[in-house]
């Protein structure tokens, strides 16, 4: 502890400067930053900074309208600094607090993406305050803190959206998403911004990774590795052509996972095939404007999901979206940007290689359509100001069948197979149209108030439904309209190497498709059947958080507190007035019903504490917890992670990197029993990865993961359903080896 705060008062030089535009006028708010440290300084409002570094130390400077670059320091000197396009794709701005969002946070592969292939979970796992659902090796999917599903707004490339078609979830949008497509994820953690669609609970972002998007001429990388738990292979390719005026980037992925072997020895059902293309063609109409178009498909084939009763041959999505923006300097109009996009899911369930195929046959071929888009205006009507307006939409169709042929009836064969039609979705749609604004306001160099308010319209609508849905709602079911008020107000200090942030947000959140319209379906972790409510209000969290760091030149520490408490929560109970529907004598014998409670609450934190031995030997470490508690039913909200700490020591040098992983998670006996929960065990598991660059260009990375071989599972994970286990949980992965090599020009 001594020598902790012997170094946190600690001194060193100091490299004094100036940040310039090229036409010398001066650049306020440009990032200068170490790299390989925490150490941070901005220019004022005159381009003067002041950093704690040794001459010729390399700084990497940033700005939102400024290409990065990368320099050698001098005292004295002056950085000029040259316009860059905004980054579509971004909803924050990269390590610039006077513009980023309340209680966000960028998270990075902080040790080289190449270290190892990873499943799209794994890029969660290691954020503090999440969770991983998951239902198989494929279907799985990030929960935050206490919310989930739709409670959390998850978006591709700055707000285009695929959604899942299948009840189950087998296919949410992170299994349209390669993970090493992914070059890094945005992250805010509330209601504290109106500006990206309906948020409440938070935001998540997913940024794809754009090869040679600084370079002229062509660019681009190629990248294959294998792992030996399950024979898992994956390559990737991409390809940039870069002119002054337009640019066409191509990517290309195919994944071939097989069955794993958990820490047990047991082999867990596990495999699928992925082949994944996109194209971006971008183009420059002037200096200041940008256009670019999105196409891009998805393919999954033969892929088994531990965690349900039915597995799907295939997962097919495409998507399509056009970006433009329009910067305007000197000028009260800062910006005009507008985004469009179109998604289409097309996903089949069966069982055909499951225990009771030979009784009945199912087969449900479900689809779900979205589009809409953004526009949104930045004006400036002072230097102290921003001012963001616009309106953004999202559009949701869903539709399909379950096609049932029962082949055995009371333990008897039947001559002629019943064929039977169940209605999943009912042709069932819900739209949104937000409109907001949301100011900035400078009030001191070192301050900021941001204030916003949001409305949307949401109405929802079944079309086609199935006749004792119908009944149970009085014969008729209305069209629902909601008119929910969504606001944030939050304020940032910043002194020298010290930051704090107070928010407090309330975000509103209509009841989702399945929520309103599933009719009968198992769609949870226990075995009862689940049916809507087509009437339910929408869910309100009121949510406040405080936030504060410290980030020095060898020690950076902080953390948040966060309270949110919920009203017209939306959860599912028994109803011992809805008999079960399909296969009536077995129990449960009764259905849930989605419903409001009146109150529920959570509450925890996060907080991180890292020690930089050098610029090259660090370690960092993060704790973080949730507790939740539906206050009308009298239980813990259903699927929160457990306390959870990660600890980890990094050595990187040019050439060569080193990173040792712990994670430690506690027991969970916190549990909702009305959702079938069950306590699960703590564990800690460690991971080794090393890599090393032998050539410009060229790097190779090797990891062993679960290095003592230990059997656990999340307590997110779902159990065995209808498959050769029958009961327990779907252990993760025992060890294994892993072998990167990526190839960039």
Request: net charge negative; proline share 5%; hydrophobic share 35%.
């Amino acid at each position: 502890m001594m020598l902790f705060v012997t170094t946190l008062w600690a001194q060193g030089p100091v490299i004094k400067g100036s940040v310039v535009d090229q036409s010398g006028y001066a650049v306020e708010r440009a990032v200068i930053h170490i790299p390989g440290t925490d150490i941070y300084a901005e220019s004022d409002k005159n381009g003067k900074f002041e950093i704690q570094a040794d001459q010729g130390d390399m700084a990497f400077i940033s700005h939102m309208v400024y290409t990065d670059q990368t320099v050698e320091l001098r005292d004295g000197m002056e950085i000029v600094m040259e316009e860059r396009f905004y980054e579509l794709d971004n909803i924050i701005v990269k390590a610039d607090p006077f513009r980023n969002l309340a209680q966000s946070s960028i998270v990075y592969d902080d040790i080289k993406a190449t270290t190892q292939p990873r499943n799209i979970s794994d890029l969660f796992r290691d954020i503090p305050g999440f969770g991983i659902i998951k239902r198989g090796n494929y279907a799985s999917e990030p929960a935050f803190r206490a919310f989930k599903y739709e409670q959390l707004n998850v978006q591709y490339d700055g707000g285009m959206k695929i959604l899942n078609a299948c009840p189950n979830r087998m296919d949410p949008i992170t299994t349209h998403v390669i993970p090493e497509e992914i070059e890094r994820i945005e992250i805010v953690k509330g209601p504290f911004t109106v500006r990206f669609g309906q948020n409440f609970g938070g935001i998540i972002n997913m940024v794809s990774k754009s090869p040679g998007k600084e370079a002229t001429g062509w660019s681009g990388n190629a990248e294959t590795g294998y792992e030996t738990n399950g024979n898992n292979f994956t390559a990737r390719g991409a390809l940039t052509y870069k002119a002054e005026q337009y640019d066409v980037e191509g990517n290309v992925s195919y994944r071939n996972y097989g069955d794993y072997t958990d820490g047990n020895g047991d082999v867990v059902p596990s495999a699928f095939k992925t082949f994944d293309y996109s194209a971006k063609l971008g183009y420059n109409p002037s200096e200041n404007q940008r256009l670019r178009l999105t196409w891009r498909q998805s393919f999954g084939r033969d892929i088994k999901h531990a965690g349900l009763p039915m597995d799907s041959p295939y997962d097919d999505s495409y998507l399509v979206g056009l970006d433009y923006r329009i910067a305007i300097p000197k000028s009260n109009i800062r910006s005009f940007m507008l985004k469009l996009f179109y998604s289409h899911v097309d996903h089949l369930m069966t069982n055909e290689d499951r225990p009771n195929f030979m009784m009945v046959e199912a087969e449900s071929n479900v689809f779900v359509t979205t589009y809409g888009g953004k526009a949104e205006l930045e004006l400036t009507p002072n230097e102290k100001l921003s001012l963001f307006v616009g309106a953004d939409a999202n559009f949701i169709g869903r539709e399909g069948d379950r096609i049932r042929t029962i082949k055995v009836m009371n333990g008897n064969p039947l001559p002629m197979p019943m064929v039977k039609v169940d209605k999943i979705w009912q042709d069932s749609k819900l739209d949104d149209i937000g409109v907001f604004a949301e100011a900035k306001l400078l009030a001191q160099d070192n301050s900021v108030f941001t204030a916003g308010i949001r409305t949307d319209f949401v109405n929802s609508s079944i079309n086609d439904p199935e006749e004792d849905f119908l009944e149970l709602y009085g014969g008729e079911i209305e069209d629902q309209q909601d008119f929910n008020v969504s606001g944030n107000f939050s304020y940032l200090v910043k002194w020298s190497q010290v930051q704090f942030q107070a928010a407090i947000g309330r975000g509103v959140r209509s009841a989702s498709i399945l929520e309103r319209y599933i009719n009968h379906f198992n769609v949870g972790q226990d075995p009862y059947e689940y049916v809507g409510n087509p009437y339910l209000d929408p869910e309100v969290n009121h949510q406040i958080e405080l936030s504060s760091d410290y980030r020095g030149l060898r020690l950076a520490f902080g953390g948040s507190v966060f309270y949110s408490f919920l009203t017209n929560y939306i959860t599912a109970v028994v109803d011992e007035d809805l008999p079960r529907k399909f296969m009536p004598m077995q129990e449960p014998r009764f259905a849930k019903r989605f419903v409001n409670v009146d109150e529920a609450f959570q509450t925890g934190f996060e907080v991180f504490f890292n020690y930089y031995f050098n610029d090259r030997f660090s370690f960092l470490s993060d704790l973080s917890y949730t507790y939740g508690q539906n206050t009308d039913l009298d239980e813990p909200l259903p699927l929160i992670a457990p306390l959870t700490a990660h600890l980890a020591v990094k050595y990187e040098r040019q050439k060569y990197w080193l990173n040792l992983r712990s994670r430690l998670v506690a027991e969970q006996n916190r549990v909702a029993e009305s959702f079938g929960e069950v306590p699960s065990p703590g564990f800690v598991t460690f991971d080794f990865s090393a890599g090393y660059e032998p050539a410009e260009g060229l790097s190779i990375g090797a990891a062993v993961l679960n290095i003592f071989d230990t059997a656990y599972y999340e307590h997110l994970n779902f159990s065995y359903r209808n498959s050769d286990l029958l009961q327990g949980r779907i252990l993760e992965p025992g060890r294994n080896f892993t072998l990167y090599v990526n190839y960039s020009f």
